[in-house]
């Protein structure tokens, strides 16, 4: 089945600088790459995806990136907020009806001020 | 706004206790997800049911059940409840067709003693 991995684990950065988070996917025919984030004592949410077919997508200040050849995503976030602070989960999945998903370990991101 | 509820926040429980745990979701979603997500281990697939009286299993399966009797309601049964079954669990809805994407409840706390 499919294996996620994604790092890093923990990232501290000041206000204002960029984060970026990377996962490592090993199904080929994985084409769906979500990114989920989770607020303290929240549930998860969608922030953003990204399918196969591209190889960008941005929505203001967050962005991902795919490598298909090289099974990899990542999440970039620009300007960093204390808002921002928050636990980011990569998925992977084959995209169809009747798919799952398969998640990373999680990213704690802290934002100090 | 997709609505998915699930029945407690906190439960605490005894060894050895029959342990439902509710959710229901109000968008008519054919798929329905239950996780486990513990520190350091990201979001693991219990079961899931893509229609009603249908179940799959996931990857940590063992010691739990479900139940889908009705679309809107999924389930999850833990028959012998033991300490190393507590953990956050986290109910998740999409629907069948379309992007993978899935909506979460808020969560269910439980503590086995």
């Known amino acids: 089945g499919e294996n996620v991995e994604q790092h890093p684990s923990t990232l501290s950065v000041q206000e204002g600088d960029s984060a970026v988070i990377k996962c490592t996917y090993s199904?080929?025919?994985?084409?769906?790459f979500p990114w989920y984030k989770q607020e303290l004592g929240k549930r998860p949410q969608l922030i953003i995806d990204i399918r196969s077919n591209v190889g960008e997508k941005k929505d203001q200040r967050i962005a991902v990136t795919l490598n298909k050849t090289a099974k990899h995503f990542s999440l970039h976030i620009t300007e960093t907020q204390p808002e921002d602070s928050a636990v980011y989960f990569c998925?992977?999945?084959?995209?169809?009806?009747?798919?799952?998903?398969?998640f990373g370990k999680g990213t704690m991101l802290l934002v100090s001020p | 706004d997709v609505k998915v509820t699930q029945s407690s926040r906190y439960l605490v429980k005894r060894t050895g206790e029959k342990v439902f745990l509710e959710c229901v979701q109000d968008?008519?979603?054919?798929?329905m997800f239950w996780y486990r997500q513990d520190p350091g281990l990201g979001l693991r697939l219990i079961y899931f049911?893509?229609?009603?009286?249908?179940?799959e299993k996931g990857d940590i399966p063992e010691g739990y059940s479900v139940s889908r009797e009705k679309k809107e309601r999924f389930s999850l049964i833990l028959e012998s409840a033991s300490t190393n079954q507590t953990s956050m669990y986290l109910c998740?809805?999409?629907?069948?067709?379309?992007?993978?994407?899935?909506?979460f409840g808020a969560g269910t706390r439980l503590s086995v003693l």
């Open positions: 968008m008519d979603h054919e798929n």
């Open positions: 998925a992977a999945s084959k995209g169809s009806g009747y798919s799952t998903l398969t």
């Open positions: 998740a809805s999409r629907t069948g067709t379309g992007a993978n994407i899935q909506y």
């Open positions: 199904d080929s025919a994985s084409n769906y």
């Open positions: 049911s893509y229609d009603v009286k249908m179940k």
